[in-house]
């Protein structure tokens, strides 16, 4: 299916998006105002900007709405910190409801510092990262499941973003994990999941890593790379593996293929371009059924959204231009 078809029914599409919502908080900072500190010596990191955007599954949910859905939610947590009203705020302001997310007073909101020299333009600095570890509290995992219940047949793609590194404190935890695959089993809808630490735990889902994270997770549940094990075991209906900037590939039962994205000689920034991908694929997935339609349109907006500083989006005429431009 040609691109604007897909982004033709796109604009119908209801989309919700479960897990680690993030607030990216870009701080450009002056390097000719780093006096030291009188208390102790350091010299200090001047901020004299900064914006705020939503980050992680906020990220792929910012890729829904550019490519024109019709309705996006995000489903996590927002901790009752000044970072979780920066959040809603930015969510808000981007076309995306936060109404599903469980609101935990007691808890951090996630949140990523990116230090951005205004000289340069470029980051160099350290990334502060303010994360939270421990076990998520029961009440809050409870509400998170009802919320993901009630919602569950209001949506026509769910996407599930489970980005924490950490042992714990993420949002996808083994009992959210398991109501997702079991809501995903009952079929009607593309479940499609992008996990970095814990692919092999889900279940009956589309389930996307890159080569690197697939590796890992072989590796986690049965001790060496067998990537069609990988698929047999989690009971994935379609097992995506994504290889940079050589393209993609797919496994399903009865065979896997490799589709080639477009050749972009130099990127100017790769973050975000795993989500974007996800954001694409999931939707032309949905819409038409055929994993070489969509990792093809999942590769046509990554290979957009790497052109672009920070998280960039791909917007429906990049697409179309990029189709036309298109030369795997």
Known sequence: MKAAEILEKIRGMRALVIGDICLDRWCRYDPALAEPSRETGIPRIAVVETAVTP????TVANNLVALGAK??????????DGFGSELEDALRRGG???ELAVRAPELPTFTYTKLINAATGI???PRVDFVYTKPLPGPVEERIIENIRRAWNDFDVVLASDQAETAAGGVITDAVRGVIGELAAGGGKIVWVDSRMRAERFRNVVLKCNYQEAEAACRRAFGAPDFEMLRQS?????????HGEKGAMYIRAGGAKFVSTRRVAHPVDICGAGDSFSAGAALA???????????RFGNMVASITIMKKGTGVARPEEVLEAERNWKP
Do not use: C, H, K
């Open 123 to 125: 980051e160099d600095q």
């Open 55 to 58: 980050g992680a599954a906020g």
């Open 96 to 98: 995306i409801s936060p």
């Open 285 to 295: 997935l949905a819409i038409t059924g055929s994993p070489d339609d969509a990792l």
């Open 71 to 80: 309705q996006v939610a995000t489903l996590g947590v927002i901790g009752g």
């Open 234 to 242: 989690t009971r994935s209906i379609l097992l995506v593996i994504t």
